[in-house]
Structure formats: structure tokens, C-alpha cells
T-cell receptor, first 114, second 119 residues
Framework: NAGVTQTPKFQVLKTGQSMTLQCAQD?????MSWYRQDPGMGLRLIHY???????DQGEVPNGYNVSRSTTEDFPLRLLSAAPSQTSVYFC?????????????FGPGTRLTVL | AQKITQTQPGMFVQEKEAVTLDCTYD???????LFWYKQPSSGEMIFLIY??????QNATEGRYSLNFQKARKSANLVISASQLGDSAMYFC????????????????FGSGTRLLVRP
């Protein structure tokens, strides 16, 4: 199993550009989510999905879109990048419906918006 | 109000000694879960230990144990016999609500504690 994979590892954008961060998991997890981590802070939830076709907003959803067309993939779209979106982005997945729902994290994408 | 509070931005510990990292939480749900994650300098998030709100015993995983004091709403991580490889950021996180609720899978993180193990 590859676990949770994210691409790219690093990305530099100019203000106003759009891009998609990719996330895939091969563990057949129902639940997937995106977090961002800013310096000196913990992770904050952007969007999450409890299954294909179902998504919902987290704590900091503005400026981001998601969709979940398959169980395996959960891409995060930046519509018009802003310097405030400079951060490290983590994708995570877990089983649903269990008490001990450890979330498995991808390696992260470091995004810089100039 | 902060849902997860980690009051120690940074800590030192001597190799082979034990160290306690503090975490307090705030929730009105009866069903919740508490997690600790380790983030080394390489950046990945590594799951360490989990405690459910209904668990009567403190969770343990190898050298990690969780000192769960429900009435005080604290879930401190204890690392015994510290090793140089334990130097990292440590995050406490919480999920709220019963697991049949979709929203219960959202994790709320604290701001972390940076631990440095001295040889």
C-alpha cells in the first residue's frame, strides 16, 4: 500500500493563478480531508468528505474548492491564489464508523504564493 | 475559546528521562476522542496514541502513554525514556461527537509543543 500520496511536494504560484493539489489513498477509506498548517500553528481543516459525492466545509474553506468523484481521490483546488494561502497542505484519510479512527496523513505539499 | 490548548511552546528533556507534554481540551460532547501526533523536522504527521472519552484505562503505546483526566479535561502525553529521535513537534488533537456523525471525523489541533531531547 502506498498509503496517502500528495502531489506536488512543492509549488510556487503567482497571485491570481489557480492550481489543483492532488491527493490519493489506496486504503479504501471513506473519510478524506484537507488541512493547512501555517508557521507556529496546528493544522486547520479546510474541507472534508465522508464518501464519493459528499463534501463539506471545515474551519477555513474560503478560496478553496473540492470534489470527490471516487473513493480514492480528493483534489483541492485553489481558485485564485493569494499570499495568505502560502502554507503547507496535508491530506488525510481514515475509515468511518469506528471509534478509533486514526487519520493517516500524506507527506504534505508546501505552497508559496508570491 | 480554544478547543485544544497546549501551553508549552517548547520543552527540553535529557535523554533517557521521562517528559510530559500538556494538553487541555474544551468540549460539551460526551463522546469525543483525543489524539497525539508527532511531526519531525521532515514534516510528516505520525500518529502516536488515541484515547476515547469512554475509555476507563489510560491509553498506552510502547513508550507513549496518555494521562487522561476527564474531569479536568486534560490529556497529557507522557514519553518515557526519551530518545534523541523524539525531538519533534507534538500536536494534541480532538474529534467531537459520536462516530455515526459525519462531523465527528473533523480533527481540531492544538498549536503544538516543540520537544528537544538533549544527549
Amino acid at each position: 500500500n502506498a498509503g496517502v500520496t500528495q502531489t506536488p511536494k512543492f509549488q510556487v504560484l503567482k497571485t491570481g493563478q489557480s492550481m489543483t493539489l492532488q491527493c490519493a489513498q489506496d486504503m479504501n477509506h471513506e473519510y478524506m480531508s484537507w488541512y493547512r498548517q501555517d508557521p507556529g500553528m496546528g493544522l486547520r481543516l479546510i474541507h472534508y468528505s465522508v464518501g464519493a459525492g459528499i463534501t463539506d466545509q471545515g474551519e477555513v474553506p474560503n478560496g478553496y474548492n473540492v470534489s470527490r468523484s471516487t473513493t480514492e481521490d480528493f483534489p483541492l483546488r485553489l481558485l485564485s491564489a493569494a499570499p495568505s494561502q502560502t502554507s503547507v497542505y496535508f491530506c488525510a484519510s481514515s475509515y468511518s464508523g469506528v471509534e478509533y479512527n486514526e487519520q493517516f496523513f500524506g507527506p504534505g505539499t508546501r505552497l508559496t504564493v508570491l | 475559546a480554544q478547543k485544544i490548548t497546549q501551553t508549552q511552546p517548547g520543552m527540553f528533556v535529557q535523554e533517557k528521562e521521562a517528559v510530559t507534554l500538556d494538553c487541555t481540551y474544551d468540549t460539551s460532547d460526551q463522546s469525543y476522542g483525543l489524539f497525539w501526533y508527532k511531526q519531525p523536522s521532515s514534516g510528516e504527521m505520525i500518529f502516536l496514541i488515541y484515547q476515547g472519552s469512554y475509555d476507563e484505562q489510560n491509553a498506552t503505546e510502547g513508550r507513549y502513554s496518555l494521562n487522561f483526566q476527564k474531569a479536568r479535561k486534560s490529556a497529557n502525553l507522557v514519553i518515557s525514556a526519551s530518545q534523541l529521535g523524539d525531538s519533534a513537534m507534538y500536536f494534541c488533537a480532538m474529534r467531537e461527537g459520536p462516530t455515526w456523525m459525519d462531523s465527528s471525523y473533523k480533527l481540531i489541533f492544538g498549536s503544538g509543543t516543540r520537544l528537544l531531547v538533549r544527549p
